[in-house]
C-alpha cells in the first residue's frame, strides 16, 4: 500500500501565520492517465472530512484562496497564507492513484 | 444543492452484516463520470476509503476488505449502498458516504460492534 507520510503532526500558528503542511508518498503518484490524484481535506473538530484541493493544485468549490497545493511525484505541500480561526481543524492528504486508496495520518492545526 | 446522509443501525453483533444507506440529493448517479464512495474513521486506523461505484456500475473496492465488501446503487431513488460481512469490534468506526473525489460528504453515522 501507498504510505503517505505528513509532516508536521501538530502545527501551532498564529491569524494571519502562513503555513505549510507536507505530505510524502512512498510511489510516485502519478497516474498513467497523466493525473495525479493527490487531494487535501480538512476535517473540523465534530465535523466531515471536507475537501479543499484536488489533483495537487485544483481549488475546490467555495474554498478560500488562502489555500494553495503544489508539488508532483511524491512530494506535496498545502499552504495557508494567512490562517484564519475557521482553519483549524486536522489537514488530511490522501491519493487515489494506486489502490488502495489511502490518507495520510493528518496534521493538527491550533492555534499558539 | 448536494447533500449526503448515511443511515445504519447503530449497533450490532459481532459475525453480523452491517448495512448502510447513502441517501442523496443534488446530483444524479446515471450522470457520465459521477460515483459515490463510502470511506470509515476509526480512532485505531484514521481514515479508510472502502468502495466507490460509478455511474456505468464499475466498482472499486480496498484489496484488505474485498471479500467483506458489497457496494450498490439505486439509480432511480438516488441511494448508494454498502454491506460488510462479518463484522468484527476493529469495525467499529463512523461511516461516511462521499460524493466523487470526496467532494462532498454525509454527516457520517457511527457503527459499534459489540456483543
Known amino acids: 500500500d501507498v504510505v503517505l507520510t505528513q509532516t508536521p503532526s501538530i502545527l501551532s500558528a498564529t491569524i494571519g501565520q502562513s503555513v505549510s503542511i507536507s505530505c510524502r508518498s512512498s510511489?510516485?503518484?502519478?497516474?498513467?492517465?497523466?493525473?495525479?490524484?493527490l487531494y487535501w481535506f480538512l476535517q473540523r473538530p465534530g465535523q466531515s472530512p471536507q475537501r479543499l484541493i484536488y489533483?495537487?493544485?485544483n481549488l475546490g468549490s467555495g474554498v478560500p484562496n488562502r489555500f494553495s497545493g503544489s508539488g508532483s511525484g511524491t512530494d506535496f505541500t498545502l499552504k495557508i497564507s494567512g490562517v484564519e480561526a475557521e482553519d483549524l481543524g486536522v489537514y488530511y492528504c490522501?491519493?487515489?492513484?494506486?489502490?488502495?486508496?489511502?490518507f495520510g495520518a493528518g496534521t493538527k492545526l491550533e492555534l499558539k | 444543492q448536494v447533500t449526503l446522509k448515511e443511515s445504519g443501525p447503530g449497533i450490532l453483533q459481532p459475525s453480523q452484516t452491517l448495512s448502510l444507506t447513502c441517501s442523496f440529493s443534488?446530483?444524479?448517479?446515471?450522470?457520465?463520470?459521477?460515483?459515490v464512495g463510502w470511506i470509515r474513521q476509526s480512532s485505531g486506523k484514521g481514515l479508510e476509503w472502502l468502495a466507490n461505484?460509478?455511474?456505468?456500475?464499475?466498482?472499486y473496492y480496498n484489496p484488505s476488505l474485498k471479500n467483506r465488501l458489497t457496494i450498490s446503487k439505486d439509480t432511480s431513488n438516488n441511494q448508494a449502498f454498502l454491506k460488510i460481512t462479518n463484522m468484527d469490534t476493529a469495525d467499529t468506526a463512523t461511516y461516511y458516504c462521499?460524493?466523487?473525489?470526496?467532494?462532498?460528504w454525509g454527516q457520517g453515522v457511527m457503527v459499534t460492534v459489540s456483543s
Open positions: 462521499a460524493r466523487r473525489g470526496g467532494d462532498y
Open positions: 443534488g446530483f444524479s448517479l446515471s450522470t457520465y463520470g459521477m460515483c
Open positions: 461505484i460509478w455511474w456505468n456500475d464499475d466498482k
Open positions: 510511489q510516485s503518484l502519478l497516474d498513467s492517465d497523466g493525473n495525479t490524484y
Open positions: 489533483l495537487v493544485s
Open positions: 490522501m491519493q487515489a492513484t494506486h489502490a488502495p486508496y489511502t
